[in-house]
C-alpha cells in the first residue's frame, strides 16, 4: 500500500511538475556571420536547490541549452548574444577564432565547453566579473551532470575567484546581494576543499544581510555549511 501512495505521488509531481521543453531555433552568428540550428528551453520545471544554488529541474536538464555555441567558429553566449543587430569588434571576432575556433571539440560541445567559451567572451567584451563569475559557476554545474569532477573543481575555483572580485569592487554587486554572493563564494571554496577559506567566508554573510526577514535563510544556510554540510539546501 505505501508502495502504491508513493508511485501515485510521483504521478501527481509529474503531472504538476512538467518535464523541460524545447524548441527549434536558428541563430545568426555575429562573429562568423553563419547561421545555425540550435535549441531554445520554452519550459521547464525546477525543484530541489542545491547549496551551490543549483536548482534541479524536472527532466532533461537545461541549463547546457541556456547557452548557445555557433558550431563553425564556437562564439557562444544567450539567445540575445545572436542576430544581426549584434555587432562585435574587429578584435574580438580575431580573439574568438584563435583562442575558441582554433581549440574547438570534435562533435557537439557540452554544456561546460559552452559557458567556459561563453565566460572567455564577456571577459574579452567589458570584463565584468559578476558577469564572467555566473558563467563559470554554470559551468561547473554542467561538470555534475556531466561527470567531470577534475573540471567542476577548476570552474568552481575560478568562480570564486571572480565572484571575490566583484565583491572587491565599489558597485559591483548590488549591496542587497552581498550576502549571497558571500555565501556562493564560501560554498564554492568548500567544495574544492579549501575549508579555512571557506571559513572565513562563512563568517562574512551575517554582516552582510541587509534584511533579516528576507534573507534569514542565507544566515541559516552559512551556518549549516560551515558547522554540518549538507548537499541540498533545507
Known sequence: MMLLRKLSLAR????????????????????????????????????ATRTDLYRRAAGKPPLAHLIHMCPTCGYSGAKEDFGE??????????RVQMEITAVMPHGPASG?????????????????PRRVADLLLRAAWCCV??????????????????FEEALRSFDGVAREERAVLTYLVAELWRRVGKAESAAEWFDRVAPEVVDARTQQWVI???????????????
Request: hydrophobic content about 35%; some cysteine; overall charge positive.
Open 12 to 47: 501527481l509531481l509529474r503531472l504538476v511538475r512538467p518535464p523541460t521543453a524545447f524548441r527549434r531555433i536558428y541563430l545568426l552568428c555575429p562573429a562568423c556571420e553563419k547561421v545555425f540550428r540550435s535549441q531554445k528551453v520554452i519550459s521547464m520545471s525546477v525543484g
Open 85 to 94: 543587430d549584434v555587432e562585435l569588434s574587429p578584435t574580438l571576432k580575431t
Open 112 to 128: 561546460s565547453e559552452k559557458y567556459e567559451a561563453a565566460a572567455k567572451i564577456a571577459e574579452w567584451e567589458d570584463g565584468d
Open 145 to 162: 551532470e556531466e561527470g567531470d569532477i577534475e573540471a567542476e573543481r577548476y570552474f568552481r575555483r575560478k568562480a570564486a575567484w571572480k
Open 220 to 234: 541559516d544556510a552559512a551556518r549549516q555549511q560551515r558547522d554540518r554540510p549538507r548537499e541540498w539546501l533545507r
